[in-house]
C-alpha cells in the first residue's frame, strides 16, 4: 500500500475492498464446501455482524475494565456447557486455541519430563502444532482403513508414563467419523491419564443432528474418563470467524489452561487465552448467533444438513467410479477409482463449485471433502450434477501430467539453499505460476507433486510456497 498523505472516506475504502475481494471464493450461496458455513439465512448473519462491531473495540484484556465481556463470556460458555456435559470453559479464538490451551493444562498438569500425546492419524493439525509450540511428542495412532475411526487397541500400545493426554475426535474432520470416545476414555482413566475430545467441529452439529433424529453416541464431558472437550462456535454455530470454547472437567484444569505475570513493571497480566489484547468482536458475534438462531433454529438447520447429506452420499454412490469414505455425518469425503480426484476438484472449480482436496496419508487415498452445512441442501442436486460432469471431464482428461523427474528433482532439493525468489523460477519452469494477480491457477498438479511427497517434504514445501506468496 502506498500509505495515503490524506485519509480516505468510508466510501472510498469500501469500494476498494469490493474490488480487492471480487476473486475471492463466495462466503455465502454454499458453492463452497469448506472454509465457510452458511446457514442460508441472511438475517441471522446480519444479527451476527452487528454485535460483532458494536463489540469491536472493546479489550478482553482486561475483564475488571470490561465486565461486559465476563457476562457474555459466561453465557457463551454456559450454553455450550449445557449441550455438552457441564465443566468449566474459556472462550478462545478457534479450535487450535482451545486444543492448544487443552493441551498446555495437560502438560503443566501431569508434569513429565519428556510429555508425548497419542492421537489418531486423524486427529487435527492443530495437536502437532499445540505440541510443537508447547514441546511435546506426537505419538500418532493408526485408524481402521474400512471405517477411519481410532484403533482403541493401537492407542493402548502407543501410551506410556509419559502420556499426558490421549485424543479422540468427535467427529474427525477428514471422513466425518467419530472415534470410539467411550472406550479410549475408558483406556486413559484407567491409566490416569487425560482425554481430551476434539469437538471442533462437532460439538455444536452432533447433539442437533440428535435431536433430529440420528443416531449419535455419547461423546462429551458426560462420558467417563473425559476431561476437556473443544466445540467451535465458529463452525456448526454458525458464528463468525475467531470463536470456539475449550471446556474442561474439572475447573483446576481450567486455572492450568490460565497464564498470569507480575513479571515486569508494567499492568499486570491475566490471560485465560494465548491472545491478551483481543477484541471482543467475535464474542458479540457468537452471543448474537446462538441468541439469532435459538434451539429451534439449529434443530432445523441440523435436519436439513441430515437431509443434505444422505442424499449427496446417496448421489455420489450413483455416479460411476466414485466411493464415499466412511459412513461420517455430515462431512462427507469421496474419491473415486478412475478419475483423478485433484483434476475433478479444478473441473468443479471451473463450474462454479469448490471441492476440498485431501492428499494421501496413512493409508488413506487422495478424496475430495464436503462440509454439508444448513445452506447445502437448496443446492445438493446442483452439486451433484457438477460432481458428476466433473468426474466425467477428469476421467476424459486423465491424470496431471507431472513433468518427468519432477518429484525426484523435489525429493532431492536443499531446500534452505534456495531464496525465495528461486524458488519461485523453479516452480515456474515447471508451469506452476505463483507470482500475485496470476489468478486461479489448476491445482491438480500441485496435488499431485505434493502427493507423490513424504510429509515431511509437504510441509518444507508448503512453508515455502506461503512465503513466497508474501514475498
Ligand atoms: C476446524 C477444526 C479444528 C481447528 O479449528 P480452527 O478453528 O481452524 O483453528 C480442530 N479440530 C477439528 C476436528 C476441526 O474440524
Not at 514441546?135 to 493408526?142: I, K, N, Q, T, W
Amino acid at each position: 500500500m502506498n500509505l495515503p498523505r490524506i485519509g480516505r472516506t468510508a466510501e472510498d475504502l469500501l469500494a476498494e475492498l469490493a474490488r480487492l475481494t471480487e476473486h475471492d471464493l463466495p462466503v455465502r450461496g454454499g458453492q463452497v464446501t469448506s472454509y465457510v458455513y452458511d446457514t442460508g439465512r441472511p438475517e441471522v448473519h446480519d444479527a451476527a455482524a452487528r454485535a460483532y462491531a458494536a463489540m469491536l473495540e472493546v479489550n478482553c484484556l482486561d475483564p475488571t475494565a470490561f465486565p461486559s465481556i465476563v457476562e457474555m463470556e459466561k453465557q457463551v460458555v454456559g450454553a455450550v456447557a449445557d449441550l455438552l456435559g457441564g465443566g468449566h470453559g474459556i472462550f478462545t479464538s478457534g479450535g487450535t486455541e482451545s486444543i492448544m490451551l487443552a493441551v498446555k493444562a495437560a502438560r503443566d498438569a501431569a508434569s513429565r519430563p519428556r510429555p508425548n500425546l497419542v492421537l489418531p492419524v486423524t486427529a487435527h493439525p492443530a495437536f502437532h502444532k499445540a505440541a510443537h509450540y508447547l514441546g511435546a511428542e506426537v505419538r500418532p495412532v493408526p485408524v481402521d482403513l474400512g471405517t477411519f475411526k481410532a484403533d482403541v487397541r493401537a492407542v493402548s500400545a502407543a501410551m506410556d508414563e509419559d502420556t499426558v493426554l490421549v485424543v479422540a475426535s468427535a467427529p474427525s474432520y477428514p471422513q466425518g467419523v467419530i472415534d470410539p470416545v467411550g472406550e479410549i476414555a475408558a483406556i486413559a482413566a484407567e491409566a490416569g491419564v487425560f482425554c481430551h475430545v476434539d469437538a471442533c467441529v462437532g460439538g455444536w452439529l452432533l447433539p442437533w443432528l440428535r435431536e433430529a433424529g440420528a443416531d449419535v453416541p455419547p461423546f462429551d464431558l458426560s462420558v467417563p474418563g473425559v476431561t476437556s472437550i473443544s466445540c467451535d462456535l465458529h463452525k456448526f454455530g454458525y458464528a463468525p470467524k475467531g470463536a470456539s470454547v475449550v471446556l474442561f472437567a474439572d475447573p483446576a484444569m481450567r486455572r492450568r489452561a490460565y497464564f498470569a505475570s507480575a513479571a515486569w513493571p508494567g499492568y499486570t497480566i491475566i490471560n485465560a487465552t494465548v491472545q491478551s489484547s483481543r477484541s471482543a468482536g467475535p464474542l458479540g458475534g457468537a452471543w448474537a448467533t446462538l441468541q439469532a438462531l435459538g434451539r429451534e433454529g439449529y434443530v432445523e438447520l441440523g435436519r436439513a444438513t441430515l437431509e443434505a447429506a444422505d442424499r449427496l452420499r446417496a448421489g455420489l454412490a450413483g455416479i460411476g467410479g466414485l466411493r464415499v469414505l466412511g459412513s461420517g455425518s455430515t462431512l462427507v469425503a469421496f474419491t473415486s477409482d478412475d478419475a483423478d480426484v485433484f483434476v475433478l476438484a479444478d473441473e468443479a472449480r471451473a463450474r462454479g463449485w469448490f471441492l476440498q482436496p485431501q492428499l494421501s496419508y496413512a493409508g488413506i487415498p487422495a478424496n475430495l471433502h464436503i462440509t454439508v452445512t444448513g445452506v447445502t441442501l437448496a443446492g445438493v442436486d446442483a452439486m451433484l450434477k457438477v460432481i458428476a460432469e466433473s468426474a466425467e471431464a477428469a476421467r476424459r482428461l486423465g491424470p496431471p501430467v507431472v513433468p518427468d523427474g519432477l518429484v525426484e528433482l523435489i525429493t532431492g532439493l536443499d531446500l534452505d539453499a534456495l531464496d525465495d525468489a528461486t524458488f519461485s523460477e523453479l516452480a515456474a519452469s515447471v508451469g506452476v505460476d505463483l507470482r500475485p494477480g496470476s489468478g486461479q491457477p489448476r491445482m491438480a498438479v500441485v496435488n499431485a507433486v505434493l502427493d507423490a511427497l513424504p510429509a515431511e517434504l509437504r510441509e518444507a514445501i508448503l512453508v515455502r510456497f506461503l512465503s513466497v506468496i508474501y514475498s
